[in-house]
T-cell receptor, first 117, second 110 residues
Framework: KAGVTQTPRYLIKTRGQQVTLSCSPI?????VSWYQQTPGQGLQFLFE???????NKGNFPGRFSGRQFSNSRSEMNVSTLELGDSALYLC????????????????FGPGTRLTVT | TQLLEQSPQFLSIQEGENLTVYCNSS?????LQWYRQEPGEGPVLLVT?????EVKKLKRLTFQFGDARKDSSLHITAAQPGDTGLYLC??????????FGPGTSLSVIP
């Protein structure tokens, strides 16, 4: 069974631009979560989608948005990029949202390394 | 805001040594997961603990959930270079949100 795939793996953008990152979950998984990982802040939750609906959202500005398609694939978009948006963006998939059972499991992709110059 | 601490922040040991890393909070958690992340990769789930006082073993790794479900520890016996990575604890809060600790970066030197 193929794992979670994320594209692109590396991306360099300049301030003010926007970027779209893509995530394909494990086949059969319907929940996708996005995280931002930086050396200073660690791994922080961005949002979670299930059945094309955003279920949870972290404390990030409105410049960060996402969506999920009917095939469970998900995209996240960051508009008006800032230097501080440089990070590893991780996508994780699970069978169901994390509020359904104590022992849910989520599987992470390799991430997209975004550098904003 | 939930305060979640992991200690030590960095750990460098020789192959064959034993080590313990900790995850602590003042909050009670419904469950807790441990992940290992290797450079350039996403975190990989190692274990989920649910019951206070629970102990789970995964080969040379022993995980314990505190009796009060506020803390957890990970003990590695006879560490190997393949154990090198960032160890993240990820408790699930009473609001069903998963939060990640800052991690312990482990380096096992051959």
């Amino acid at each position: 069974k193929a794992g979670v795939t994320q594209t692109p793996r590396y991306l360099i953008k300049t301030r003010g631009q926007q970027v779209t990152l893509s995530c394909s979950p494990i086949s059969g998984h319907r929940s996708v979560s996005w995280y931002q990982q930086t050396p200073g802040q660690g791994l922080q939750f961005l949002f979670e989608y299930f059945s094309e609906t955003q279920r949870n959202k972290g404390n990030f500005p409105g410049r960060f948005s996402g969506r999920q398609f009917s095939n469970s694939r998900s995209e996240m978009n960051v508009s008006t990029l800032e230097l501080g948006d440089s990070a590893l963006y991780l996508c994780a998939s699970s069978l169901a949202p994390n509020d359904r059972g104590l022992s849910y499991e989520q599987y992470f992709g390799p991430g997209t390394r975004l550098t904003v110059t | 805001t939930q305060l979640l601490e992991q200690s030590p922040q960095f750990l460098s040991i020789q192959e064959g040594e034993n080590l313990t890393v900790y995850c602590n909070s003042s909050s009670v958690f419904s469950s807790l997961q441990w992940y290992r992340q290797e450079p350039g990769e996403g975190p990989v789930l190692l274990v989920t603990v649910v019951t206070g006082g629970e102990v789970k073993k995964l080969k040379r790794l022993t995980f314990q959930f505190g009796d009060a479900r506020k803390d957890s520890s990970l003990h590695i016996t006879a560490a190997q270079p393949g154990d090198t990575g960032l160890y993240l604890c990820a408790p699930k809060t009473s609001y069903d949100k998963v939060i990640f600790g800052p991690g312990t970066s482990l380096s096992v030197i051959p």
